[in-house]
């Protein structure tokens, strides 16, 4: 079921463009302050990869990594996706990767910048972003991982621990849209049998390989 948002919620629609190609989308998310995460952060983080993808990947928020360099799924958790890509099949250049929330949420200590997952406050005013970004690049399939990027895109109806590796379509304002559930791969990097989580990984991917032919 879809969030339903109360009128008076943040949101980044004012500063979309009027042209919508990822160029310009890029360009206009840079300034966003749509929600107060822009503050604290160091950058927007938005998302990166061909216009041509057929294949788009949406993970939760950009991390420490990324939020100092600017760029999504750098850090740790990036590296093991990239991993898993290609052990599935994925040519990951040939991909588009970005987040549901474009800017780090943190929790500041002494020491370090404490990862905070993103309210359904921040999902929603981010959406406008992710779901321009699907318009520009209208892919086959989306692969949405873990539960932030479940929750943007389709609500809170679909769980990762029950509905993970199966194909979803759904009707969308952008019209039928193909989907793949799976963990975040930083849910495999905290896993404790890793070896484990990062195999059904890849074996999630596996059957978006498939669904690309
Ligand atoms: S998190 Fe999204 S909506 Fe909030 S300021 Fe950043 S880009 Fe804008």
Redesign the pocket.
Known sequence: MSVKVPPDW???AA?LPERGSLTALRDA?AG???????EP?TQ?VFGRGPATARLVLVGE?PGDVEDRDGKPFVGPAGRLLVKALEEAGIDKSATYVTNA???F?FTPTPKRRIHAT?DTV?VE??K??LTAELRAIDPELVVLLGATAIRSLLGTSVKVTRDRGTLIERETTLGTKRFLVTPHPSAVLRADDREAAYSALVHDLRVAAAALG
């Open positions: 943040p949101t980044a500063y998310a966003c302050r749509g929600c107060p995460l822009w952060a927007t928020q929330v474009k800017h949420r993103p921040h005013a981010c406008p972003w």
